[in-house]
């Protein structure tokens, strides 16, 4: 997964981007801090992984992750090359999903860019920037596929008309995302990669003050957030960058005397794994234990890929497991021994929580 955080300057990027990955993107209380995007890796938090390398006595434990991308902060104009520019914008274009944080604090030591915080106006700030960008894409493209159509080319005819569409749909102020003609054209959209075609959720980055509040700020987000058919996290960066500097094992009861079941990375990985349609398999065994995600509806063949291609290319079987059985009988033999181990085939689709033993020829 891949993921790139976007908002306005002093929204709180940064500083949420260095929580969850451990990194020193530099932070500070004006604008541009960040002048170019920085990437960085976080483990995705996992119960029952740490549960089965326990019964596996595994040597090595290997979680999921998320690549996030730190995107710098988008002025009003950016698609036209205001502030530092749309070399940002383009560096999108390589992400899965984009996580949207919105400015839901108020602090004197942090001043917002317009003067005031307003969480519905700096969305339809970012949102429109990403628009217009796609808009230009989108204008050259149709334009192309118009010259070229000439020549009685009936795919591209009906590639012009498309996007001609689509042109009108962005120039209207409306995402990619819900223009649904695009859906029957997979490999139309692919070639666009448009900012807005990918599917999005909103951070409501709030202070620590507000946690478990319910604020007009956030209720702002949630709207617009509806609006767009996307998923709202709301999360307290800062807090988010106080957990990170604790032991492991100290996080649960700071987080419990803050009100909090789950940290904001736990929440915004449940979010994005939602959002990108996935699920989690295990492999489990004394020298290692590691979640692998995968698209929902992947037929095992395409899980064992994850693993290593050649497992793909000489798949055979796959011994299932579910976590549940696993962890009831507290090992794979004792699990086999009560007969709830399944064989499964090429056509199996494999389902969250699925343990898999892949067997394949050489």
């Not at 689509?166 to 990619?176: F, P, R, T």
């Amino acid at each position: 997964m891949r993921i790139g955080l976007v908002g306005l300057p002093n929204a709180g990027r940064s500083t949420l981007f260095n929580a969850v990955t451990g990194l020193s993107v530099p932070v500070a209380p004006f604008p541009y801090t960040t002048i170019e995007s920085a990437t960085g890796i976080a483990s995705v938090p996992d119960q029952r992984l740490e549960s089965l390398a326990r019964l596996a006595e595994s040597k090595k434990v290997v979680p999921a992750s998320i690549e996030l991308v730190d995107i710098a902060g988008l002025a009003p104009g950016a698609s036209a090359g205001e502030g530092l520019g749309n070399s940002f914008l383009t560096a999108l274009r390589e992400i899965d999903a984009l996580c949207h944080v919105v400015r839901c604090f108020d602090r004197e030591d942090v001043p917002h860019v317009h003067g005031v915080v307003d969480p519905a106006a700096d969305i339809d700030a970012v949102n429109t920037e990403l628009i217009l960008k796609d808009f230009e894409t989108v204008e050259r493209r149709a334009e192309r596929a118009t010259r070229a159509a000439r020549g009685g080319d009936s795919g591209l005819r009906a590639d012009a008309t498309v996007l001609a569409d689509l042109a009108a749909h962005l120039g209207g102020g409306a995402a990619a995302r819900s223009f649904a003609p695009l859906a029957d054209r997979p490999e139309l959209a692919t070639e666009l990669a448009l900012l807005t075609a990918k599917p999005v959720v909103y951070a409501a980055n709030i202070g620590e003050d507000d946690l478990g509040r319910d604020t007009d700020a956030i209720a702002a987000v949630r709207a617009a957030a509806e609006r767009d058919g996307a998923e709202v996290v709301v999360v307290s960066a800062d807090v988010e960058a106080q957990v990170a500097q604790l032991d492991t094992a100290d996080r649960p009861e700071f987080l419990a005397s803050l009100g909090l079941e789950h940290s904001g990375l736990d929440r915004l990985v449940a979010a994005a794994y939602r959002l990108l349609d996935l699920v989690t398999f295990y492999t489990a065994g004394p020298k290692e234990s590691r979640a692998w995600p995968v698209r929902t509806g992947s037929r095992a063949p395409r899980a064992a890929r994850e693993i290593h291609s050649d497992l793909e290319r000489g798949f055979i079987r796959a011994e299932v497991i579910a976590y549940d059985d696993w962890l009831r009988h507290g090992s794979e033999q004792a699990a086999k021994d009560a007969g709830v181990m399944r064989v499964e085939g090429k056509e199996y689709v494999v389902r969250d929580g699925d343990v898999l033993h892949i067997r394949f020829n050489v």
